[in-house]
């Protein structure tokens, strides 16, 4: 299992942390290639607040983790035991066409 971001800078990282949420966060497990998204409690309670009086309800994304903060450590700690849970099992890997154009930086 190796994991991988878009990017992977200082700035970056702390913009994630600062936001509370980071997007580009692939798993590679064999040959597949899954995108997770992880949010710490505050953003994902924003996010709920805001899509419940727009929409009236919230729908969470399969790929979604929940953290207590969005950092390097944090992600790599969680995916790894995530995978030793068979979690990456319940989700649909990218699509080959979808991979191809992806610059990713590995950071485990």
């Known amino acids: 299992m ?7 800078n200082e700035l970056f990282s ?6 509370g ?5 692939y798993v590679k497990i064999d040959k597949e290639l899954f995108r997770v998204a992880a949010y ?3 953003r994902i309670t924003q996010d709920f607040n805001d899509e ?5 309800f919230y729908r969470m994304d399969a790929n979604l983790i929940l953290l207590k903060e969005v950092t ?22 990218l699509d080959e066409g ?8 590995k950071i485990n």
């Open 2 to 8: 190796e994991i991988y971001f878009e990017e992977d």
């Open 14 to 19: 702390w913009e994630a942390e600062s936001k």
């Open 21 to 25: 949420y980071r997007y580009d966060i």
């Open 40 to 42: 710490d409690l505050a």
């Open 52 to 56: 419940v009086i727009h929409n009236g």
């Open 72 to 93: 390097k450590d944090e992600i790599i700690s969680t995916v790894t035991r995530l995978y030793q849970e068979d979690f990456f099992g319940e989700l649909k890997p």
């Open 98 to 105: 979808n991979v191809t154009s992806l610059n990713l930086i």
